[in-house]
């Protein structure tokens, strides 16, 4: 593939050389046609696999009966699988074509990789967006707090990604990285203390199955009382019966106590318990009488 860049980007400043044009205005004008030759190249590819992306995808939809790849399209998976390509394309473009610019070639080298790293983890962030969804729409799953755990792991994508874009900006090695965030890791941890929480909250949540979506739990330190809308890694939604909405922090659920009325909306009925005072004296015996009339009953 170089070697066709080579080709393609290096065969006008010779011919303008050969009309007798200066070295730095045949420098000049070769960069800034090949400038715009990359341009015209990248879009033709980024419409011509956007267009085979998006077709194959709906003729895949429309000849499956899972949802899974309908999903895949209304999160626009395809079209950003579609830009990665011609970026790719630039990516390996720019050192040819400013070659002699070393100062510019180091620049747009640097942002063209940054931006595909962010290109790389917006596609895996819309395929856990895409898997999200598809598994809410499983019975088995559509109570569990899946939103924690595609939180988490986009987290950790994150972290390695912007360690990655730090190592390109300012070329740092990895291990140099890794070094610098084990020295600042106290402060790390920190800062996410609530989102650890959140996720050791959700797996137990998960695991010992306390709270599941659609539960009627009542919280009276938050003032909660109505059903559990949404489980995520640093809180939990619950719509109150006046139609107004609480805000749990999702370690809370596990920290303090809160009731969880599932046992008795899946029952026939519901116990009440009350106290009653009865006198003494109005205890009897039943006479005959009383008797033959509540057999009759």
């Known amino acids: 593939m170089n070697k066709i860049l080579e080709q393609l980007f290096n065969f006008l400043y010779p011919i303008f050389r050969k009309w007798g044009l200066g070295y730095s205005f045949a420098s000049y004008l070769s960069l800034v046609l090949n400038i715009i030759i990359l341009i015209v190249l990248t879009y ?21 009966k899972t949802k899974f ?10 079209i950003y699988i ?13 050192p040819i074509i400013l070659k002699r610019y070393d100062y510019w070639e180091d ?3 640097k942002l063209v990789g940054v931006y595909i790293v962010l290109l790389v983890l917006w596609i895996i962030r819309t395929l856990l ?6 598994l809410k729409q499983i019975p088995r799953y559509s109570d569990k707090p899946v939103d924690s755990f595609t939180q988490v792991i986009m987290i950790v994508l994150w972290m390695f990604g912007i360690s990655v874009i730090i190592s390109k900006l300012f070329g740092i090695s990895q291990k140099e990285m890794l070094t610098i965030l084990g020295a600042v890791s106290a402060i790390i941890i920190l800062i996410f203390r609530d989102t650890i929480l959140g996720f050791v909250a959700s797996v ?14 009542t919280m009276d330190r938050y003032g909660a009382d109505g059903d559990v809308i949404e489980i995520n890694l640093a809180t939990v939604k619950v719509r ?6 609480t805000t749990i922090p999702t370690y809370s659920l596990s920290s303090d106590s809160f009731h969880n009325w599932r046992g008795m909306l899946k029952s026939d009925g519901r116990r009440i318990k009350r106290h009653i005072l009865i006198k003494a004296s109005t205890i009897r015996f039943l006479e005959d009488k009383e008797l033959d009339e509540l057999q009759k009953i």
């Open 240 to 245: 109150n019966f006046d139609n107004t909405t």
């Open 82 to 94: 579609a830009q990665l390509i011609p970026f790719t394309l630039i990516y390996k473009s720019v």
């Open 129 to 134: 967006n895409t898997t999200q969804d598809y």
């Open 204 to 217: 137990q949540v998960a695991i010992n199955d306390m709270v599941r979506i659609g539960d009627w739990i």
């Open 44 to 64: 033709a590819i980024y419409m011509f696999f956007r267009f085979l992306f998006v077709t194959a995808m709906a003729i895949i939809a429309l000849k499956t």
């Open 69 to 78: 790849d309908d999903l895949i399209i209304s999160n626009k998976t395809v």
């Open 107 to 109: 620049i747009f080298g």
